[in-house]
C-alpha cells in the first residue's frame, strides 16, 4: 500500500464549494486491506454503522428515490438523518446526538475491472424540518474508495460555508477533525476484521 500523499485531503474542493471559499475544510484518509467494494459496501449500508461508526452510529433513513421501502443503502436522492455523536468517547450509556438531515447527490460504485473511483457525496436536506438555511451553514461531503496496489484508499472531506461556521470552526473545529479521522479508522477495522 502507498502513502496517502495528501491524508486530509486539504487540497480538494466538493463539487459546489470551491476551496478558497470554504470557511470550514475538514477531510481524513485512511489504506484499506481489502477490495473496494467491500469497503463501498459498509459504506454505503448504514444498516451496518452501528457495529463500526463511532461518529454517526446512527441513521434514519427518510426516504429514498422511486420507491416506498426505506432500504439502508445509501443512493442517489436518499433523504436521511445522521444521529452525529460529537464524543465519541464518552463513556455514558447514551452520548447525547445532534440529529444532522442530509440528502445524497452522487453516488457511484467503484468497478474494480474499469478502475473507476467510487464516489458519493451528501449535503444539508434544506427541505428538512429543522434544517438551517444554507445562507446559515451549508456543509458538502465527499468519499471517495479508490482501487490501489494492495487494497483501498479512502478518502473523505467536507467544506462548509455560512455565517454560522465561523463559530462551528471555533467551537468544534478541532473535535471534527479528530472524528472524521475516527470515521475511516472505525471504517478500516471493520473491513479489514471481515477478510
Same mark, same amino acid.
Given at each position: 500500500?502507498?502513502?496517502?500523499?495528501?491524508?486530509?485531503?486539504?487540497?480538494?474542493?466538493?463539487?459546489?464549494?470551491?476551496?478558497?471559499?470554504?470557511?470550514?475544510?475538514?477531510?481524513?484518509?485512511?489504506?484499506?486491506?481489502?477490495?473496494?467494494?467491500?469497503?463501498?459496501?459498509? #459504506?454505503?449500508?448504514?444498516?451496518?454503522?452501528?457495529?463500526?461508526?463511532?461518529?454517526?452510529? #446512527?441513521?434514519?433513513?427518510?426516504?429514498?428515490?422511486?420507491?416506498?421501502?426505506?432500504?439502508?443503502?445509501?443512493?442517489?436522492?436518499?433523504?436521511?438523518?445522521?444521529?452525529?455523536?460529537?464524543?465519541?468517547?464518552?463513556?455514558?450509556?447514551?452520548?447525547?446526538?445532534?440529529?444532522?438531515?442530509? +440528502?445524497?447527490?452522487?453516488?457511484?460504485?467503484?468497478?474494480?475491472?474499469?478502475?473507476?473511483?467510487?464516489?458519493?457525496?451528501?449535503?444539508?436536506?434544506?427541505?428538512?424540518?429543522?434544517?438551517?438555511?444554507?445562507?446559515? #451553514?451549508?456543509?458538502?461531503?465527499?468519499?471517495?474508495?479508490?482501487?490501489?496496489?494492495?487494497?483501498?484508499?479512502?478518502?473523505?472531506?467536507?467544506?462548509?460555508?455560512?455565517?454560522?461556521?465561523?463559530?462551528?470552526?471555533?467551537?468544534?473545529?478541532?473535535? #471534527?477533525?479528530?472524528?472524521?479521522?475516527?470515521?475511516?479508522?472505525?471504517?478500516?477495522?471493520?473491513?479489514?476484521? +471481515?477478510?
Amino acid at each position: 500500500m502507498t502513502t496517502l500523499p495528501d491524508p486530509k485531503n486539504a487540497t480538494r474542493a466538493t463539487p459546489n464549494i470551491p476551496l478558497e471559499k470554504a470557511s470550514l475544510h475538514i477531510g481524513s484518509s485512511t489504506s484499506i486491506k481489502a477490495p473496494s467494494p467491500k469497503v463501498w459496501s459498509a #459504506l454505503t449500508d448504514t444498516s451496518t454503522w452501528p457495529t463500526w461508526n463511532s461518529f454517526v452510529p #446512527l441513521v434514519t433513513i427518510r426516504s429514498q428515490p422511486n420507491t416506498e421501502s426505506l432500504s439502508p443503502i445509501l443512493q442517489k436522492g436518499t433523504k436521511f438523518t445522521f444521529h452525529v455523536c460529537m464524543d465519541p468517547t464518552s463513556t455514558s450509556d447514551k452520548p447525547p446526538a445532534t440529529d444532522v438531515h442530509m +440528502l445524497i447527490t452522487e453516488c457511484s460504485a467503484p468497478d474494480p475491472e474499469t478502475g473507476s473511483v467510487g464516489r458519493i457525496v451528501w449535503t444539508g436536506d434544506f427541505e428538512a424540518k429543522g434544517t438551517m438555511a444554507p445562507s446559515l #451553514l451549508t456543509a458538502e461531503r465527499v468519499h471517495e474508495v479508490v482501487d490501489v496496489e494492495g487494497g483501498t484508499e479512502v478518502r473523505n472531506w467536507e467544506a462548509q460555508v455560512g455565517w454560522v461556521v465561523f463559530m462551528v470552526r471555533m467551537m468544534y473545529g478541532a473535535r #471534527l477533525q479528530a472524528n472524521f479521522e475516527l470515521w475511516v479508522d472505525d471504517l478500516r477495522r471493520f473491513v479489514e476484521g +471481515l477478510e
